[in-house]
């Protein structure tokens, strides 16, 4: 990888879990700098564990990763406590559900556990459902945190902001596509990924059930790509993920093409490829989508300029080519210029305003409109 600046390829190295020396001319990288860069790619715990394994580390750099490792402890045995209080409940009123991301990916997708960084728990929840795990979640403790229901209805998305029964962060869903606006162009069957759910051990006491090999290749790639692909944690999952010898990819392509996912699923395992040097079986459509499409085109040409992953102070680091692809040329360059603009006009509000106070923020208690949301996410998510 003598592509990659030093630092650059300490970052990747950490997620693979390379030991030895480290790479590169690294003299210049001050603790400072390598904070940022872990804290950029949400990969600091799994630098620590790099460095541990490196005989030329510099002291400075793991004491101050050390901090990190420490708060990712915290986190793991939050959300281990949530998920057994979570799970327990949803058991006994029959609700279908299936956590994905943060531990379950460090306990079952990543070499070591202590490698995956994450700050909240992600749970997918069948449409039907939905309303009734929330009251099983409120008579846990549970608090909200997206509590402004005028505005929660008005924006439709299907993900719901709460804290834990331990005050970790909960994120809910009732569909994988979160925005509206996506859900127009993406169609994920939801109740489906869940009847193929598999159930997955992560501490001896503690089993959950989460998506199937393929469906969490879908997922994985799909949140990278409406995110921007521009995070290495991301990518690492996926390296991770399509290790797993259960993964079918026919299956992948199938379930992508059907939810109008194969665009996006392709490119993000493309970058995963440029990335980190690797090949992956991918059948036709998701190579075409990667290789062929006006997105894939952008995005390979950009990595080949300046190769992922980025570095703090480096320019274009938005991977407007991910969050916008769409199925069709045409379709992706209105969405992009849809998103450009978006975010010039946030930046003159704030130049103008200040920092705008998210309004989800605000507690605005309407039942009507609590009811609405919820027969929105029961009809919308089927």
Known sequence: MDRLRPLAQLLVESVRAVEG??????????????????????????????LRAAPDARQDWVTALQASRHGQLIRQMQSAHDLRRIGDAFSERGVRWAAAK???????????????????????????????????????????????????????????ALTGPSGFALDLHWDMVVSASARRWFKADLPAMLARARTVRLAPDLAVPTFDASD???????????????????????????????????????RADRAGMAITVGIVMARTERTFEVAFPLPPTLRRAAERSLSGR??????????????????????????SARRGDLSSVAAAIGQWFGVRRTEWRVRRHGADQNPLDRAVDDDQAKGAYLRLAAHDGR
Not at 28 to 45: C, E, N, S, T, Y
Not at 224 to 247: F, K, M, T, Y
């Open 21 to 50: 020396p480290l790479p590169g001319d690294l003299s210049h990288v001050g603790a400072h700098d390598l904070m940022a860069a872990g804290l950029q790619h949400r990969v600091r715990p799994a630098m620590l564990r790099r």
């Open 102 to 160: 943060g531990p379950v990916l460090a306990n079952t997708v990543w070499p070591h556990v202590d490698m995956r960084e994450f700050s909240d728990l992600d749970l997918f929840l069948h449409p039907e459902d939905f309303a009734g795990a929330l009251r099983v979640l409120e008579k846990l403790g549970c608090g909200y945190v997206d509590r402004n229901w005028p505005e929660i209805l008005r924006q439709g998305r299907a993900e719901l």
């Open 216 to 254: 969490t290749l879908l997922h994985l790639a799909h949140h990278a790509a409406q995110s921007g692909a521009n995070r290495l944690v991301w990518l690492a999952d996926l390296l991770h993920a399509s290790a797993n010898p259960e993964l079918d990819w026919p299956a992948v392509a199938r």
């Open 298 to 323: 952008v995005a390979a040409r950009r990595d080949n300029i300046r190769p992922f992953p980025h570095l703090p102070g480096d320019p274009a680091l938005s991977g407007i080519e991910y969050s």
